[in-house]
């Protein structure tokens, strides 16, 4: 079965930088573009980031990180990352890793990330 296990939440300082990973397994990683999400409290689960099946393929960030955060994809470990640069405090939330496999989208656990000043 499909698997997402996000890791490197953490808790960090405003303009700091995480890195954090997804691990999959369960499907054929290489043929499916994947994602990170995030989810703040009170707030509705919004797009973070993607990156297409082939390297380098189409990359898409949301306005809100665009030259802060930088999708990559490693298709001989089945890892997708997400490296958080000049975090924010609006940058808290869980974060969550997911693919989209017709018609199904699959979601990690996620993993939290908490910016204080």
């Known amino acids: 079965q499909v698997q997402l296990v996000e890791s490197g939440g953490a808790l960090v300082q405003r303009g700091g930088s995480l890195r954090l990973s997804c691990v999959a397994s369960?499907?054929?990683?290489?043929?499916?573009?994947m994602s990170w999400f995030r989810k703040a409290p009170g707030q509705e689960r919004e797009l973070v980031a993607s990156?297409?099946?082939?390297?380098?393929?189409?990359?898409r960030y949301a306005n809100a990180v665009r030259g802060r955060f930088t999708i990559s994809r490693d298709n001989a470990r089945n890892i997708v990352y997400l490296q958080m640069d000049s975090l924010n405090i609006d940058d808290t939330a869980v974060y969550y890793c997911?693919?989209?496999?017709?018609?199904?989208?699959?979601w990690g656990q996620g993993t939290q990330v908490t910016v204080f000043e």
């Open positions: 997911s693919v989209l496999i017709p018609p199904q989208r699959f």
């Open positions: 369960g499907f054929s990683f290489k043929t499916y573009t």
């Open positions: 990156i297409a099946a082939v390297v380098p393929g189409q990359i």
